[in-house]
């Protein structure tokens, strides 16, 4: 048996040669796509293992759970994305221990952020609802341009970019919510000046990485594909 280690290294290899490999397809470089590991749920040993492979990207959902991850590694030479639905009670803890954050979606929350966030600006991503769904979490839309300029107005946050969790309906549904994010992006980016370093398409998880890189994304969400499957746990 392989011990814990040789796997996740393997798992690892195994992630960046399909984002090497959807890169080459569509004539893009490799290093235009940055591989976040999605460890939610996960032991603070397998995060380790794979930081050991030279992983430095993590994202968590859970705010909790990542603080004490985040706090017992004490790793500068990592990053952490808070990926997950923000509570606005959860907002100082956010503020304090992340380097990133994928899903912003109300302005509220920016404010919050902004009021809580000391020393480097923290970087910011938009969250899409990109195909709409009533369920789902995101700003809409219609309604991107206002948000953009409520964080734009925060001088502890920087915006990055624009992050979407499309439904996984089927193929061709999937490749039309990466297409439109990407459109939205790039409309957002004419419309900042270009001091602005708005850079960052975080889009495609372990299923769906392929097609979004091939519409541009620059961060894929890989979770499954490295770490194997997950208990489901409720969001708490
Ligand atoms: C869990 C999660 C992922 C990882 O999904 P996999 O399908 O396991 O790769 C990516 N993005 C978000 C927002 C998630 O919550």
């Known amino acids: ?45 397998d995060i380790d293992c794979l930081r050991a492979a030279g992983q430095t990207a993590f994202g968590e ?9 985040i706090t017992t590694l004490a790793d500068p030479s990592l990053s952490w994305h808070f990926i997950g639905a923000i509570q606005s009670n959860k907002t100082q803890l956010i503020a304090q221990h992340f380097d990133w954050v994928h899903t912003v979606d109300r302005a509220k ?20 609802n990109i195909d709409q769904s009533a369920s789902k979490a995101g700003v809409l839309p219609d309604a991107l341009p206002a948000l953009v300029n409520e964080v734009l107005q925060c001088s502890n946050l920087r915006l990055r970019g624009l992050m979407s969790i499309p439904d996984p309906v089927d193929e061709t549904a999937l490749k039309q919510a990466h297409r439109d994010l990407k459109v939205l992006f790039e409309q957002t980016k004419t419309r900042l000046s270009s001091s602005e370093s708005f850079d960052t398409l975080s889009m495609g998880m372990t299923h769906d990485l392929e097609w979004a890189i091939a519409e541009g994304s620059t961060l894929v969400r890989i979770g499954t594909a490295l770490f194997g499957k997950r208990e489901p746990k409720e969001a708490t």
Not at 4 to 23: N, W
Not at 109 to 128: F, H, K, M, S
Request: net charge positive.
């Open 109 to 128: 929350i920016a404010r919050r952020l902004q009021d809580a966030r000391t020393g480097a600006p923290l970087n910011v991503l938009i969250q899409v």
């Open 61 to 69: 959902n859970y705010v909790q759970e990542a603080v004490e991850k």
């Open 1 to 45: 048996m392989m011990d814990r280690q040789a796997e996740l290294k393997s798992h690892l290899e195994t992630v960046m040669t399909r984002i090497q490999t959807a890169c080459a397809q569509v004539g893009r470089a490799a290093s235009d796509v940055t591989c976040l590991a999605v460890s939610k749920t996960k032991p603070i040993e």
